[in-house]
């Protein structure tokens, strides 16, 4: 191979290189420069000096290595397979409080802070929290750096918590059953079992296991498999659905309601049970409509609740209320459930109800009945 200049190669190294046979002589070394007009002065004296013979005492400059900086740090990250959601933002990031540049030493609770008030000057600690500082830390670990990074005050949120009461929560499931029973069996599921959302959506057929009360979920969100227990009643409801209605076609002579014809669902007329393992256990997916099918549902139910808590997250709020009140466990024992990865989570749900300290106040001392009547 002739001897030529070799492009940079990022992030190995900046500089070009030289490398190639000239003259009999076999050269490979850095140039030690990222420009290409002084790497062309390089090479050329490099053959001036094998011209003369005296390319053998030449010294070779060696070049340093150059250490990680944060994009360094988060390409291999990524490469590794970590989450990149929030990544693409803060490598973007430019002035004077970007992390992209900066070597990994370099990075420390200021420069953190820093980037994060540039780039969410308004946001709320717990959005800052889960878009800076939590994929920041992530990639310094991966790279080997276990610096202790405090959080933004506040980044918990707020433990105050709505659940329903089992008046409520009945009468709303009777409306989702009125709607469509998939969607009653859709909302029953998330109460009886806490799931998210997108857990029984993503679910298929072949992961209910009825025979054990059972619905696998090989990947959640904490990226950790959960075997959902199905109480019998969900184990019931599911064996009772009935197939999915056939819609209806315009035929000639025949005026159908607005919506009511239409592509027939899938799977329509066949057995609940019986369909393809590989279909989703429900047709449902994460989108406006199905969220105005339960604020239908709560209109109808008469259940009132906050904005911020009137989503499907209610149910997962009820099933650790329920499980704490009505089921008696603690803090670790929601999270032996398999529901919450973190204890810190489920101890929220110790707020539902009166500790058992608070409780002794029943034993105060009180006026007696025949003074207070004086």
């Given at each position: ?63 340093a ?30 002035g ?6 900066r ?26 929290n ?19 990074i ?56 072949r ?53 009511e ?13 019986d369909?393809a ?12 409509h ?22 499907f997250?209610i ?18 024992g929601?999270?032996r ?38």
């Amino acid at each position: 191979m002739p001897l030529k200049l070799r492009d940079p190669r990022p992030p190995k190294t900046p500089n070009y290189s030289v490398r190639g046979t000239y003259l009999g002589v076999y050269v490979e070394r850095t140039a030690g420069t990222p420009d290409k007009k002084v790497a062309a002065g390089v090479l050329k004296r490099i053959k001036n000096s094998i011209e003369r013979g005296d390319y053998a005492t030449a010294p070779e400059p060696v070049e340093a290595p150059r250490a990680p900086t944060f994009a360094d740090a988060a390409l291999a990250y990524l490469r590794a397979g970590g989450e990149g959601k929030f990544l693409g933002r803060i490598i973007e990031q430019t002035g004077p409080f970007a992390l992209r540049d900066r070597l990994l030493a370099e990075i420390d609770q200021i420069a953190i802070d820093s980037a994060a008030a540039a780039l969410y000057p308004a946001a709320p600690a717990t959005t800052t929290n889960r878009q800076i500082y939590t994929p920041v830390s992530a990639v310094l670990k991966h790279a080997g750096i276990e610096r202790k990074i405090r959080r933004p005050k506040g980044w918990r949120g707020s433990k105050a918590t709505s659940w329903l009461e089992p008046e409520q929560a009945f009468r709303l499931i009777g409306e989702a059953y009125q709607i469509d029973y998939e969607f009653g069996l859709f909302c029953e599921m998330l109460l009886y079992t806490g799931m998210r959302l997108s857990d029984p959506v993503r679910a298929r057929l072949r992961d209910l296991k009825l025979d054990q009360a059972l619905l696998y979920i090989p990947d959640t969100k904490n990226s950790d498999p959960r075997p959902v227990h199905l109480t019998p009643r969900l184990v019931q409801a599911f064996r009772k659905a009935p197939p999915r209605p056939v819609r209806p076609r315009k035929a000639a002579g025949h005026i159908l309601a607005n919506g009511e014809a239409g592509r027939s669902r899938r799977s329509a007329g066949v057995p609940f049970l019986d369909r393809a393992p590989n279909e989703k256990l429900f047709r449902f997916a994460i989108s406006g409509h199905l969220r105005k099918m339960l604020k239908l549902a709560l209109s109808r139910a008469g259940v009132s609740l906050p904005r911020r808590q009137a989503g499907f997250h209610i149910f997962c709020h009820t099933y650790g209320t329920w499980m704490k009140r009505y089921g008696r466990l603690d803090t670790w024992g929601l999270t032996r459930t398999g529901r919450w990865k973190d204890p810190d989570s489920a101890d929220r749900y110790n707020h539902t109800e009166a500790s058992w300290e608070a409780r002794q106040a029943d034993l105060l001392p009180v006026p007696h009945a025949k003074r207070i009547a004086r």
